[in-house]
């Protein structure tokens, strides 16, 4: 593990823990996850967590799952999701009752984006009531990233991108949609996944630090949203890479 770090706008740093392999990373990240919670539930008697979906994080939830920790006592929610019933294999809600919310950790509980109405547009009021009403600062949300600069469902170029990036926006989620993307989404909005004591952002692979590289080297936000996350001070950005195979290798 090599302590590096990139700047944000002031100059701050956030701080980038390279692992030999994905599953040191999932190791790592689920103790830690688990320490943060705890330390909540001795503090305030509650804790949140915010968590992604995709490929990514689901050893780690595997091993989060595992964690001796009081999960009644802890809120689960969703970082994004696809606008699909948690009945379907896209559905994000589907991978985290899958993989996280299973053995004592089943106890936590889980409030999903997904409301039933018949578009993300028709269901914003709904989730935004849902998810306006969870106590906030959160205490993690963990995000992924995908190789075209995405984070969240902030996608490079999407219908409600440059609302849901407005440092004051009036929603806590935001409706999105984009040509090429498939299922349109729901997405909380960039200010809303900031309200966190805590931000990790977890990726594998060569391409995707190719990409975190390049975000982190300027650029437009909107060609890779991302970069909100970096440039923004309010809290400091947890990253955390491993190599998806072992001839990739750490960087130099
Ligand atoms: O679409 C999504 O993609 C990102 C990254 O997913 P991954 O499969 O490359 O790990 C994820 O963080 C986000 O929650 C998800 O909806």
Redesign the pocket.
Known sequence: MSPLALPTRHGQRHPRRVFATPRDLADALAEGIATRLRDALVSRGGASLVV??????EALFTRLAAMPLNWSAVTVTL??E?WVPPTDTAS?EALVRRSLLTGPAAQARFVGLYTGHASPEAGEDACNTRVGALSRPFDVVL????EDG????LFPGSCGLAAALSPSPCQAVQAVRAPGLGHPRMTLTLPTLLDSRSVLLVITGAGKLRTLDQAEAGGPVEVMPVRALLRQDRVLVDINWAPETANEGAPA
Request: charged residues 15%; without cysteine; proline residues 6%.
């Open positions: 992604s979906g995709g490929r990514t994080p970082a994004d696809r994000n995000l992924g990233m995908g995405h984070t969240a469902s």
